[in-house]
């Protein structure tokens, strides 16, 4: 998608180019010092908001950035760029569906615009793909594998069409690589491999993760910090944004740390542990209320188990 906004409908004075120049070159709690100051002398300057919302994403602050850019919306509801840079926020989540929302908003609003259409266009691409994916997942077959390859190539032309396995996943980008090589080989793999939790052994295992999922959730609710990041796993995976574990931390205390109360429901949780008891995945539907921002998501979670106890891996969104 394309990258941030920067630029405002009206001409911004001088003040508004000095708190740009802070955004750019990084003095971002600069710059949002001196937004303040404006928003104090005149709550409504919708200018403000639009450029607080952009320190606050440039600082990784997405919700305090969201907040913002509503708040633009609010004031002047017939601008189109607050709905774009709220797109590209979503779409850094990795909620496409809020992205595309956004961005038709956009083009209710500006009609015809070039770059908004083409952003669209790639957004339904990776919801497209996400869903045969999914649909790989369940019951791989060479005919839903042709229409996923074909629609792999319309985002990158270099990709093959040659549907053998080997070559296959060696033109898929890595990124989409790992998806494609389990949908491929689940058929092969056996029931033992990946089973739903149904033996005596499995069970306990099964409630095992339960407990596990639910201190994450309760420690999550709570606002502890200490517990929640003992819930992952050293080798955890953050989203791509993050450079690094500690910096997905950061991100974490910042947003955690900022909400009077967080309250999160979990719910149709379905558990499938591997034959050695040593993996599992567990796919839910999440509830998330807090004093900013109120959400509702498929997630999945993978655990490992590390000295006795399970650990989160990874975690994502399930379109």
Avoid: C
Avoid at 14 to 23: A, D, G, L, P, V
Avoid at 106 to 113: E, H, R, V
Avoid at 118 to 147: C, F, I, S, V
Avoid at 174 to 196: N, P, R, T
């Amino acid at each position: 998608m394309a990258a941030l906004l920067m630029a405002m409908p009206a001409t911004a004075n001088e003040s508004y180019q000095q708190i740009k120049s802070n955004i750019e070159s990084g003095k971002i709690d600069l710059a949002l010092e001196r937004i303040k100051r404006e928003i104090k002398h005149n709550p409504d300057d919708y200018r403000a908001w639009f450029l607080m919302g952009v320190a606050y994403t440039r600082g990784q602050q997405f919700h305090q950035a969201m907040e913002s850019f509503q708040r633009v919306i609010e004031i002047h509801p017939m601008l189109a760029e607050p709905h774009n840079n709220l797109a590209v926020i979503y779409n850094a989540l990795g909620d496409y569906r809020a992205a595309a929302r956004e961005l038709e908003a956009s083009l209710k609003k500006k009609p015809g615009d070039a770059v908004t259409e083409e952003n669209l266009a790639e957004l339904h691409l990776k919801l497209a793909l996400e869903h045969y994916r999914r649909a790989l997942k369940r019951a791989p077959n060479p005919a839903l594998e042709q229409r996923y390859m074909r629609l792999l190539k319309v985002r990158d032309p270099r990709i093959s069409p040659d549907l053998s396995e080997k070559r296959v996943l060696a033109a898929i980008p890595e990124a989409e690589k790992k998806s494609v090589q389990e949908s491929v080989h689940v058929a092969k793999a056996g029931k033992d491999q990946l089973m739903e939790v149904h033996s005596p052994v499995s069970n306990k295992a099964a409630e095992r993760v339960r407990e596990a999922v639910e201190v994450w959730r309760q420690a999550w609710s709570d606002r502890d910090l200490g517990t929640y990041f003992q819930m992952y796993a050293t080798d955890f995976q953050p989203p791509e944004r993050f450079a690094s574990i500690q910096l997905w931390k950061q991100y974490k205390k910042r947003v955690i740390g900022s909400q009077s109360h967080i309250d999160i429901e979990l719910s149709d949780l379905k558990i499938t542990v591997d034959s050695s008891e040593k993996r599992a995945s567990i796919i839910f539907f999440q509830k998330f209320r807090s004093n900013s921002y109120n959400g509702d998501d498929a997630k999945r979670l993978e655990m490992k188990m590390y000295s006795g106890e399970w650990k989160i891996v990874s975690e994502d969104s399930v379109l």
